[in-house]
């Protein structure tokens, strides 16, 4: 099934149950999955983004909490975050992916 999502309004908070990424970026063994795959994340503080990330915040980006791993085909996946509706909104996107599915802090764009 494929569900829509609101835009994130700069006033809106993150909700509970926090932030999700979903893609069609390749598996751990290399290859690209018939369906997508999701994995929970969180926004990290700008703080602790520009101690992994210089700069990210005058170029638009913000970071995610989380260890992941989003691989080549991630790239322009939806971050959607709870904001109390029912599908929850669009906050960024994917914006760096590791060809290597490591899994470490990423990089969104808003």
Do not use: Q
């Not at 994130?8 to 893609?23: A, L, Q, S, T």
């Not at 980006?61 to 085909?73: I, L, Q, S, T, V």
Request: proline share 2%; aromatic share 14%.
């Amino acid at each position: 099934e494929v569900y829509s999502v609101c835009l994130f309004k700069e006033n809106m908070k993150i909700g509970r149950w926090g932030c999700d990424v979903y893609g069609f970026g390749k598996d751990e063994t290399g290859a690209f999955p018939e369906k997508y795959r999701y994995t929970g994340d969180k926004v990290a503080t700008d703080g602790d983004c520009e101690k992994i990330f210089a700069n990210h915040k005058a170029a638009g980006y913000f970071c995610g909490k989380e260890d992941r791993a989003y691989c080549d085909g991630d790239e322009g996946a939806p971050f959607t975050c709870d904001d109390g509706g029912e599908y929850g909104s669009l906050y960024g996107i994917v914006a760096r992916k590791e060809s290597a599915c490591t899994k470490k802090k990423n990089i969104f764009v808003k």
